[in-house]
């Protein structure tokens, strides 16, 4: 077989195109008359490219249990080829283009094929001449199946790098009309690549979003990527931090009052609700909201409606609301301090916001972003921090989260520049500039193997020594995560399937089977 076909990853190219690519691929690699890339969704196959067949095809919706040979196709576990005599009807009767409605006797084959471990949809293949397909033996077939699934992916990586570069250009232009030191969440971590997919995928949405991390995390960061990519982005943003309001103010600050409602209420005013008419309204630490106002809440929720005090009209809102808190509200309902009819209509949504220790080197990236605010406050020409510095940052376990680094950060700058000067090439941050104590993470190998480097990589080449050091980090860090994959791909700062192949290769994992 020729593997020497490639697809071109040419960014003007639409996903229609690449797929059609992609089969051209495929055409090359084995000579055939029509060839189809059918995609499996809610137990239906649609064709999203095809060639050799008519255009009509791709408008067809080919259901498994109505076409035998897909079926058996799809129940195949790596793909088989039908006897030239077969009578089964062909799906395609009809479809290939120069043939009659029937088609003669002729040479078929197909393969499944399988994304991230997923029935994905189906290859087909078929030839007028019986025999075409002789030498084409289950072992190239597979193959061939490989050369699919892996352009398949490659389609997927493009379409979604694309719809994330959208999405950042959208916000770009949305932040820059705001606030113009507003800032973005930082960090390149499995985890945090994540959190960014969910919240693209809900922000366009009006669904009530319950935003749930540790103090410091950067909560307020999400709302307002919520807000920046949703419809109603060019609408206010009002933020509430319910910890700060008096219960006796509470009322009034959301929901307004009228002229004499109560002592001091000298003339009208319009809640927090009404302000972000058409927006979004923020409700920062809601755990903290007293339970008088939180039966008021529920309803301008379920309905959109409020009355102000001191008033019996009903005011109506357009509202999209996104709280967030640091509190376990399932557990505060059980304590009968929250009230979980709230609460549930507060979660439709909810994003977990990962703490930094579960982020691996982004506390670098964020150090830099930092570094570079403090940089322009101090009036100094450029910090840098020194190996040994980023080795003391990766080393700590952050219980402060972002707003820590944020601290540690600009004492540091501060003590460094006094130290050096403003008008050094550039300022180098010490770890004595940041002042933090020993690290209790593993930052070195010694802090994971408990033994040092020369005795774990004694007589090794570098590729074992690399790889015991690989297991012996991931053994450690599933004791820590009580067993969880997903939290220690998190800590490790990889995409949670790259993290399982990892894992298999090193024989940490059994190898999976595909589903048929």
Known sequence: MDHNAVMTTSPSLS???RYRQLLASARAVVPCDALALLRLADGVLRPVAVDGLSEETLGRAFRPEAHPRLAQLLASP???????????????????????EILPVHDCMGAPLHIEGRLWGLLTLDALTPGSFDAVGPAQLRALAGLMESGIESIRTIARLAEEARRERLL????QRGDPVLRELVGKSAAMLQLKREIDTVAATDLTVLVIGETGVGKDLVAQ???????????????????ALPETLADSELFGHRKGAYTGATQDRAGRFQLADGGTLFLDEVGELPVTVQAKLLRALQSGELQRPGSDALLHVDVRVIAATNRDLAAEVAAGRFRADLYHRLSVFPLRVPPL???????????????????HRLGARNLRLVPAAKAALLGQPWPGNVREVEHVIARAALRAVAEQGRTVRWVSIEPRHLGLSEPTTAAAPEAVTG??????????????????????WIETALMRHGGSLAGVAREAGMDRSNFHRLARRLGLLKPTRRPA
């Open 172 to 175: 770009a232009r949305t932040l």
């Open 78 to 100: 790596t793909g088989l080829r039908f006897a030239a005599d077969c009578g089964l009807p062909d799906p395609y009767d009809g479809l290939v283009e120069g043939q009659p």
């Open 357 to 375: 220790r579960e982020r691996g080197r982004d506390v670098l990236a964020l150090a830099g972003g930092f570094l570079e605010e403090n940089q």
């Open 15 to 17: 996903e229609e195109q």
């Open 225 to 243: 990527r919520l807000h920046a990519l949703s419809a109603r982005r060019d609408q206010p943003l009002v933020q509430v931090n319910c910890a």
């Open 451 to 472: 033994r040092p480097v020369a005795a774990a990589t004694s007589g090794k080449t570098l590729r074992e020594a690399t790889e015991a050091f690989q297991r012996q």
